[in-house]
């Protein structure tokens, strides 16, 4: 596949999964990493209302083609299957009080999507509630 086509696909997976999610471009990063066993990708989420980033869900895979089918297969057929938190958090220093959402298949992954790529000290988190299936 020439470069110009696997940006062309990638392009195309990225929009779908943003469309799925009916989240815009400028609330979704896609962080793809070389590791030595082939790329990591990280979707990022951006909540516009408290500027804060927090992690969507990671994949590997031997490209980024290959790591963004697998996040595409993840919303399609498993993201509306986990557990549904609602975290109640605010930053060190900030007075107000932020709810954040997040699928997880635990308390714990739900905290850690929470505090990817921070200090988990600068968090002060107030309750962790498993939402009721609806």
Known sequence: MTA???NLEIAK???EVETYLSLGSTQMI???RETGQGIRLDVITVNPRHNQSFLF???TGYDRID???QIHTYVKD???RQNSYTVQWSAKGDNELHTSYFRAKDIPEALDKLNFGRDPNSLTIFSVVLNPIS
Request: avoid cysteine; hydrophobic fraction near 20%.
């Open 67 to 69: 790591a963004l089918k």
């Open 78 to 80: 498993h993201y509306e």
């Open 57 to 59: 869900h990671h994949s």
């Open 4 to 6: 110009e086509r696997q």
């Open 30 to 32: 896609f962080d793809y």
């Open 13 to 15: 997976l990225q929009k």
